[in-house]
């Protein structure tokens, strides 16, 4: 699924669409995926700017140390994320 972003922005969106259902990973954890260590806070920029939801499931993204901001809703990240972990 394309959407117009930097190519960070492209590559964070693919390695995010490369988590299982079910599964979670934090920021610094796509953020090495992706060659770029330090850039935890560019991929909460890329989940944030994130239109196409159902196919790039930021939702599955979290914080080291707890959920993470989902749209100012983290009580449905949390939901969908328990919902996928069934």
Not at 58 to 72: L, P, Q
Request: hydrophobic fraction near 40%.
């Amino acid at each position: 699924m394309y959407q117009d972003g930097s190519a960070l922005q492209q590559q964070i969106w693919e390695a995010v669409r490369a988590i299982p259902s079910g599964e979670t990973a934090t920021y610094g954890e796509i953020a090495l995926d992706v060659g770029r260590p330090r850039a935890a806070r560019a991929v909460g920029t890329a989940c944030a700017n994130n239109l196409t939801t159902p196919f790039t499931p930021c939702h599955r993204v979290v914080s080291a140390s707890g959920i993470g901001g989902f749209g100012g809703a983290p009580s449905l990240k949390r939901r969908m994320i328990e919902l996928e972990a069934r």
